[in-house]
Structures are given as C-alpha cells and as structure tokens.
T-cell receptor, first 115, second 111 residues
Framework: KAGVTQTPRYLIKTRGQQVTLSCSPISGHRSVSWYQQTPGQGLQFLFEYFSETQRNKGNFPGRFSGRQFSNSRSEMNVSTLELGDSALYLC??????????????FGPGTRLLVL | QKEVEQNSGPLSVPEGAIASLNCTYS??????FFWYRQYSGKSPELIMFIYSNGDKEDGRFTAQLNKASQYVSLLIRDSQPSDSATYLCAVPNQAGTALIFGKGTTLSVSS
C-alpha cells in the first residue's frame, strides 16, 4: 500500500495570509490526525477526523480548522497566519479497530515558513 | 489531560553500547504505549508498541512497561550511529482517537 502523502512539502507565506494543507491517508484508513511540530513545543495535536467528522480538537485557536472528505482525504487550513505558525505540520493515518486508535503512520509533513 | 514526560537529552552513548530511553505518563489507566523514531528533518516512524506489563523485544529494540510505576522504557542494544535520532513516546488520548506525544529524547551514538 502507498503511504501517507502530504502536499505541498514546503510552503512560504507572509503574515496575514492563509494556507491550506492536504493529506491523503493510507488506503482503507478512515482516521486522519493533524499535528504541529516546533522545536520548542514538540508534537502537538491539532485535530482528528473520522468518517468526515471531527472527533477531537487540540488546544489551538480557531484560526486552525480542518475537514475530511468522503474519500478520507483531509485538509487543514490556517487563516491569518502569524510568525509563530512556522512549523512542520504532520498528518497521521490510523486504521481504527472498533473505533479505537491503532498505530498511527505519519506522512512526510509540510514545512511552513511564515515571514 | 494525559501527559507524557521524557528527558530531552541529549543522551550520548558509544557505538555498541546499550541506550536506555525512559518515558513516564500521568494517566494510570493508559493501556497502550508507542515508541517512534524521528530523524532530523523527517517525520516520525513507528518502532514498536507495547500493551502488557513486562518486556517486548523486536530485533535490537526492547520496550519495557511498568504500569505500577507508570513508566515505559526503550532499550537499544548494540547501538549504531544510524540510531542517532529523537525518540518519541506516545499514549492514546482519553477517547482513544489520537496520540499524546512526549517531547522526545535525542540520542547520539558516536563511532
């Protein structure tokens, strides 16, 4: 099976702009999670989608949003970008068993730089 | 809110030695634990997971779980320079729908 794919891999934006990142999970995986990784804070959970529904959300402002499509592909959007949003954004695909998270497989990430 | 704590390191060991990485967790009810490895500039990759008390071995890697003391450790035998990376410990969140990660321990293996 193909792995998790994320596009774009690199992105440079300026403050105030918005950005949309895309993630395609492993075929058959219906759960997609998003994480932000920065040197100081480590891996922080943004949100998780399962069957087009957001089931969990981390402690991030409303500028961070996401959605999932019927084919399990997911997008996340960050509006009104701030310098502190510069980070590696990781998408993880999970094969759910009985609604409970199994092993998460990460995509290569999108590195966002906000100038 | 579940928490996972790891010593950030760096942990430095010579080639061929045993590297011991530790992780403590706050929720006594946590049932499963995951170890990921992340090379600089790359995404995390799963090394192994453990559900039961005791040891689980996979090649040069051994995960040890002690639920009474609420810690899980990862031992790397015959450490190689290629093992130099950041090792992340994770537990599922309360709903079991996502993982909560520690900040990771950086391991450096010198040849």
């Amino acid at each position: 099976k193909a792995g998790v794919t994320q596009t774009p891999r690199y992105l440079i934006k300026t403050r105030g702009q918005q950005v949309t990142l895309s993630c395609s999970p492993i075929s058959g995986h219906r759960s997609v999670s998003w994480y932000q990784q920065t040197p100081g804070q480590g891996l922080q959970f943004l949100f998780e989608y399962f069957s087009e529904t957001q089931r969990n959300k981390g402690n991030f402002p409303g500028r961070f949003s996401g959605r999932q499509f019927s084919n399990s592909r997911s997008e996340m959007n960050v509006s009104t970008l701030e310098l502190g949003d510069s980070a590696l954004y990781l998408c993880a695909s999970t094969e759910m068993t009985g609604g409970i998270s199994g092993t998460q497989y990460f995509g290569p990430g999108t590195r966002l730089l906000v100038l | 809110q579940k928490e996972v704590e790891q010593n950030s390191g760096p942990l430095s060991v010579p080639e061929g030695a045993i590297a011991s990485l530790n992780c403590t967790y706050s929720d006594r009810g946590s049932q499963s634990f995951f170890w990921y490895r992340q090379y600089s500039g790359k995404s995390p990759e799963l090394i192994m997971f453990i559900y039961s008390n005791g040891d689980k071995e996979d090649g040069r890697f051994t995960a040890q779980l002690n639920k009474a003391s609420q810690y899980v450790s990862l031992l790397i035998r015959d450490s190689q320079p290629s093992d130099s990376a950041t090792y992340l410990c994770a537990v599922p969140n309360q709903a079991g729908t996502a993982l909560i990660f520690g900040k990771g321990t950086t391991l450096s293996v010198s040849s």
